[in-house]
């Protein structure tokens, strides 16, 4: 019905009734079992779950019916967000043959269908650049949960994602007075050091994956110093390609990270 009149009315009916199946099915299965899925009640999990659930259900007729690009925004980044806290959860925790409850596999599937859909949605102009973007890092800092499950390194991925992407979200001037300033060039960086602060353990995670044993405080320091290099690229190369000081901090970040891994 809703296809033919395109009526909003008609359409909550809808995401009522699928709300109300799925909450019932969780409910009946999952809600009152006392267990912790990664330290997270089930109870909790369930209602995460369900308002995953609702959203997703919303979203597509909102979308038809032409609701504001902001608002289809918020609610996909809201989705984006909570369905990746249900992910980390039932990835970390693993059978008794050792397999992980969920699927890798899914992960990939679900950051993969995420990434293309904030594509689509920003280039059909019913989703805001700064909206598609952080759907981006969300669903791309999920990929994290497929290479060091268990390791509560969800939130760390997506600050670090954030921050080293965030100069693709902002246009390069071509006059003098439209280009970045260094303050906020520098607040960028600022921005990008905490988030790998707030991220060393994940490196460190990666650097014992990588070498097979734990790394000393040089590796992991220069890990440190070539992943901050790394995420300032980007932001050099927009927006501060005409500063040569820049380029010389950027060089001597990058060569110091190897030298110390190198150690």
Avoid at 20 to 41: E, M, Q, R
Avoid at 70 to 96: I, P
Wanted: glycine share 10%; charged share 15%.
């Amino acid at each position: 019905r809703f296809h033919a009149t395109r009526s909003l009315a008609d359409y909550s009916l809808f995401v009522c009734g699928a709300t109300a199946c799925g909450g019932w099915f969780l409910a009946h299965n999952f809600w009152s079992l006392k267990v912790d899925i990664d330290g997270t009640p089930m109870e909790e999990l369930c209602q995460f779950l369900l308002l995953s659930l609702a959203v997703a259900a919303a979203a597509p007729g909102l979308a038809a019916v032409g609701c504001t690009p902001s608002t289809l925004g918020l609610l996909l980044c809201a989705h984006a967000l909570v369905f990746a806290r249900c992910e980390d959860a039932l990835h970390a925790e693993a059978h008794e043959d050792g397999e992980p409850m969920y699927p890798p596999y899914l992960v990939l599937i679900t950051s993969a269908a995420g990434v293309m859909l904030a594509g689509k949605l920003e280039g059909d102009g019913r989703v805001p650049r700064p909206f598609a973007w952080l759907m981006r890092c969300i669903h791309g800092g999920k990929l994290a949960l497929v290479l060091l499950p268990g390791s509560h390194s969800l939130a760390p991925s997506i600050l670090v994602a954030l921050a080293a992407s965030a100069p693709y979200v902002v246009e390069p001037g071509k006059k003098r007075k439209e280009r970045m300033g260094a303050l906020r060039g520098v607040a960028h960086v600022a921005f990008l050091a905490a988030s790998l602060l707030h991220a060393r353990f994940a490196v460190f995670d990666v650097v014992f994956a990588v070498t097979g044993h734990r790394p000393s405080d040089a590796t992991l320091f220069g890990g440190l110093l070539l992943s901050a290099g790394v995420g300032v690229t980007p932001l050099v190369r927009r927006h501060f390609q005409h500063v040569p000081l820049a380029r010389r901090l950027l060089m001597l970040v990058v060569v110091a990270g190897a030298m110390l891994i190198a150690l």
